[in-house]
């Protein structure tokens, strides 16, 4: 078996995973104001950016050749009812537009939830300290609708509500969206490694937790039953997330579905490469190498990750670039 090993030459020759930066999609958090570039503390080299600097975040990713762009919105207010999610004029909205704009040809997905615009911090419309699942729908259908009219190419819904995709394909048909495709987060996980997230978009829950909603990490047959669900209902690509914690979900999805699936490299799945690295304990580039063959191996078509940039660069590249030095472990003395 060493044979095909000896060399670089022969592993690449023989390799079986490759990874590709149109695979990657880039996550995004677009905020308020003119100018801005917010550092993410527990994301280094990640930050909430206003919507001209998002812009030129969707040119970079262009430029490297990655898959797209996954925008996550911080409203300037929140309130009960989750109003900036749907508003024509919220700041995904204008996000989306800025992009079409200025990046043309650029694929722009936007997650459609609600969690980060209630004043709350849930995923829908909160009934005597309850989610209240079929009143949610309304306001996800309404989402959206608003981004695809803003010119979103796919749409995500993320919040875990029974019959979403359903709701949002016959919105987006009743309003002349027929050809918007829905990225459904199909088995999303109430998982710890979400943390940063929840700090780069401002969407902690102000009581109690998500598990009503999100899958119990215990759970394997379940999310099998909720990826069908959703494809029965008219989801176009399913996506399982977190990924490296769900490895073998992603298995058994692509072993049943022919279907294209995502998986999101989460952002503490993505923070603790960074700290293993800065403190010396891991080689940056070839952990967040490994961690992404990983999730191709697995059976995913597309990954979602706060690497996609750096990682497409030390794959494949820009000629302009070409012999420039590799990616540097973010926020660290290199």
Known sequence: MRRLRATEGLRSLVRETRLEPAQFILPLFV???????????????????????????????????????????????????????????????RAVRAIKLGVPGLPVITDVCNCEYTSHGHCGKVVDGEVDNDATLEWLARAAVSHARAGADIVAPSDMMDGRVAAIRQALDANGFQNTPILSYAAKYASVFYGPFREAAESAPQFGDRRSYQMDPANGREALREIELDLEEGADMIMVKPAMPYLDIIRQARDRWEVPIAAYQVSGEFSMIVAAARNGWIDYQRAMLESLTAIRRAGADITITYFAKEAAALIKPPQSSRGAAGPRIPGAVN
Do not use: W
């Open 31 to 93: 905020c308020p104001g003119t100018g801005v570039r917010r550092e993410i503390a527990s994301m280094p080299g990640h930050c909430q950016l206003s919507v001209e600097n998002i812009v030129l975040e969707a040119a970079q990713a262009q430029f490297l050749g990655l898959g797209g762009v996954l925008l996550f919105g911080i409203p300037e207010t929140k309130d009960e009812t989750a109003s900036g999610a749907y508003s024509d004029d919220g700041i995904v909205q």
